[in-house]
């Protein structure tokens, strides 16, 4: 039986199906042990038990990334969206602990998506209505401290921007 265990994080799992053996860090080898029921070795491959899917083949980094480009812009490729992309790619029956993450970091790296995608000029929040509480509550006198042991004093009008602005000593009232 031929396995690869050439380093990537299947090996751990791998190798403690295979030979028993756990890593030496001891958190590493709590979680392998704790998750190794998950995983399964058919024909010297990794695969994932899904709770109501088939198994799933468990890829390394490089296969990843090529799953994750077929999918999203491969000749059945739509450019899907990141959540989109990576219940695809489980769908086709892979499985690698980050595939949720690489998704989104592949769409958002995706040049295509970037310049033919729909362009939302939508807030990400609800607009709110701001009205101060009282006349001139964003507005009057502030007093700053310089670096040189002064004081400045700065006027701001009720939008909140500077309009005036002097340097000098300070009353302190
Ligand atoms: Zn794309």
Redesign the pocket.
């Known amino acids: 039986m031929q396995i690869d265990t050439g380093g990537n994080w299947m090996t751990p799992y791998i190798r403690f199906l295979s030979e028993g053996t756990l890593p030496e860090d001891a958190n590493d080898a709590k979680r392998v042990k704790k998750t190794a029921g998950w995983y399964t070795i058919l024909n010297g491959r990794l695969y994932r038990r899904g709770y109501s899917a088939p198994l799933l083949k468990c890829l390394t980094p490089e296969e990843a990334d090529y799953a994750l480009a077929e999918v999203?812009?491969g000749l059945c490729?739509s450019?899907?969206g990141g959540k989109n992309l990576a219940f695809n790619v489980m769908r086709q029956g892979f499985y690698w602990p980050t595939m949720k993450r690489d998704a989104m970091e592949?769409?958002r790296k995706?040049?295509?998506?970037?310049v033919?995608?729909n362009m939302t000029h939508q807030p990400h929040t609800e607009l709110h209505y701001l009205q101060s509480p009282w006349p001139l509550r964003m507005g009057g006198t502030y007093y700053w401290s310089t670096p040189n042991g002064g004081w400045m004093e700065k006027i701001y009008d009720r939008r909140y921007r500077l309009f005036y602005e002097m340097g000098g000593s300070c009353p302190t009232r």
């Open positions: 999203h812009l490729g450019h899907i592949f769409v995706c040049e295509s998506c970037q033919h995608g």
